[in-house]
């Protein structure tokens, strides 16, 4: 028990310190490594498993919505960001450039992809002529590489996997339908397969994507109180069209410019999720997209393990022939007290024990990541009881989630409430918003705090800005963010 109990105190506490817990359990459970490349991490096939299955989802989706997927190339030209006055200069800090190859200085820079406006867009110019090309509905799935000053895995790393779609619309009417029926996919998702709860919103004009007309985004509380931008979904309007002469011949022979959106998530979504959902004993994985959904673990002594291990097996098979993501651990070497320890270390949401007297009562003894219940049930319903817990373990995880963001979040009227609340507790805070630059900047100045959106619904509207006093054309969203 001594072992057992040592093994969770390598998990720093969150209270005591929430980055040093947030490092310790993603290296414990292995779902990541450093690389000796400054601000790049190995994902390891834990982690890399948690992508597969945020990435097969959300694949479904996309192709649901009429979406198809392409690849383009990693390097992109010089001369095309220069197309994109804002663009460019919303990501040269963080753009690095290859100079030379074979030996060889190039003649003109190629920037590793940041994101693929530039070069999606010089491909548009060359595929679309007609209305009838359109709408084109492109998804990628490729890496991208930011020059990060600082790193934390998974939430901001130079190096990251993402998806980013990218689609060309005949009018703006249509290019804005596409651009809130993303980030309703990305809030669904989020929700329903990652029992994350977000805002949905629209960002400022300081805090949109460079070169967007418009940016809307889904945002998540973690444990610490930070906010992370857990999904984007981009208007472009015709900025990118003009820039690079995407045009099409309308219905009255006329040439037009296309409008066009894009949107994306990444590998931050697993920060986020570890954030929202862990705990002092490590993971707590949504059971969607957790990679082991159930731990078969034999119990009892010794001389048992003969009638039990087999019953156990088929008690496995029988789970994965169902399509539940199961292991059975009898390696005989470990007692159950550490399995238990580790499966719950790693997030794994169901853990079924199963022993002597289990056997010849024809039961087996589930337990949940989440609450700790203890359900016996019958061997002839274990898939069922199994689906049963794991959607529980769902909700348990969307509810508490929302608890803590609902009772880390209050309505303010001042810079000066706003200030108290953050040095009193960590949270959001929902204030009236004047639209000028100026108080939106001496808020971050003074607080640390940025704006997260200017939420659909919020629960009130504000009538006075926080700053200045004057009257609040928009109701607002703050918090410090990763």
Known sequence: MSKDKQFVKEITPQQEDFSRWYIDVISKAELMSYSPVRGCVVLRPDGYEIWENIQRELDRKFKETGHRNAYFPLFIPESFFQKEKEHVEGFNPELPWVTEAGGEKLEERLAIRPTSETMIGHMYSNWINSYRDLPVLINQWANVVRWEKRTLPFLRTTEFLWQEGHTAHEDEADARKETMQMLEVYRDFAENFLAIPVIMGQKTPSEKFAGAVDTYSIEAMMKDGKAVQAGTSHYLGTNFAQAFDIKYLDRDNTQQYVHTTSWGVSTRLIGALIMV??????????PKVAPLQAVVIPIGPPKTRDQVVPRAEQMFYELKKAGIRVKLDDNPDQSPGWKFNEYEMRGVPVRIEFGPRDMENGQAVLVSRVTGEKRPVRLDAI????RRMLDEV???????????MDSHF??????DDMKSFLDAQRGFVLAGWCGSDACERQVKEETGATSRNMPFEPEERKTVCLVCGSKAEHTVVYGKSY
């Open 383 to 386: 898939v069922d009881e199994v």
């Open 394 to 404: 769902h909700q348990a995880m969307y509810d508490n989630a929302k608890a803590f």
């Open 277 to 286: 959902h862990g705990d002092d004993r490590g993971l707590v994985l949504p």
């Open 410 to 415: 209050k309505s303010i009227d001042t810079i």
